[in-house]
């Protein structure tokens, strides 16, 4: 899954909810109102939804740490070590690494290790081993359970990189009147620049709880019917925070078309595929461009009225059978996350070199699968070794 040339599109189960249309996406109502999209001529009955390709991208981020390898510039390249690399060709990592963005899933991973998730990018064949793992593997079939409950997914057809971005979009148009509504959405997409980088991810769940208060949920799938470590909890508790930021900037209207543009490289000239036309009018988008459909969904996104999120909760789940180990709610401490983004962004920006875990955290090596040839972990026990022989000599 995920490389985008066959992407999927879902109809959604729920049927009959109406969809954000435009009469003419390029020549967008100024004086748009409350509720406008949903008013006559925005609403439309369908009972095929466009929940789509980012099925395929969904599956990207979920089971790998890589963003979807097709929309970025080339492969990662096989270098062994990044920093001699960076030193040499005078490139910051992401442009190394040929990427136009980082998921959400990357940066959380930082936080566990910053340097596993370098090797990850650099040897690549030693993670995809690791996700045909049978328990990596029913972890994916939990999150993809979850997802059929409310959609299915039906194959597209795109023929363009726009294309592929386009039918996110659209996703994510489709998704707006049901939180309106007060209804639940599985696999959202989010988007947008943080720290200079564009950064994308897709939110497992958004949902109104008892309370009315919109529910930002996370599903984690665990091998053991335990809690995960506090290190493990960081790096969650990361995750779900800058889901929170990248949706509220997008229904704040912070969004900006050029950041998208730009950050990715695509064309607003750009026509859509006939596949993804004949979506986009099903569900009662008059588009014929991509630059058409970032104007609907910004307008959309701008003028929805979503309020934000007020709670962000983890569910953990055994992957044997599904139970659930427990919930725990996860504060928001904006300074954290924003100080954790500056630190994990300057390795992208090429601000200073890949890290590994300090020697208290040397634990976490055991389950690294690039313990073997890891320069970080050779460097720290050459450096204890040191330490521990001049102790001896004193
Ligand atoms: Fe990080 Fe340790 Fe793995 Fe090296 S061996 S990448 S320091 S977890």
Redesign the pocket.
Known sequence: MGDGSQPSVGSSRRATKGAASSSSPTNPRPEVERGWWSGSLAMRSCSHWTWDCFALVIGNEQSSSRPNVSEQESEPPNEGNGSKRRKRDGRIPLERFGWKYLSVTNLSQQA?????VV?GMELPHIQQLREEVPVVRAGSCLHLARELEVHDIVPINVESREDSWAVKILNLLSMIPFLQAGEHVRELPVFGELEGILVVGVVDELRYNSKGELELRELKTRRQRTFPSAAQKKSHHLQVSIYKLLFEAMIKGQLNKDVLTQHLHLQTEQPLGSEVLVHAHKVGFTVNTFGDLLDLMLLNLTYAEILDVDTMTIEYCHQADASVIGTEVVPFEEEWVKSELKHYCSFWKGQREAK??DIEE?W??R?????DI?Q??QS?SEEATQKNRANQSK
């Not at 566990?112 to 596993?116: A, I, N, P, R």
């Not at 389950?367 to 313990?371: L, R």
Request: overall charge positive; charged content about 25%; aromatic content about 24%.
């Open positions: 566990w290790c910053e340097q596993q090797y590994g875990v040397a976490k090596c389950y690294c699968d690039f313990a890891c970080w972990r720290k």
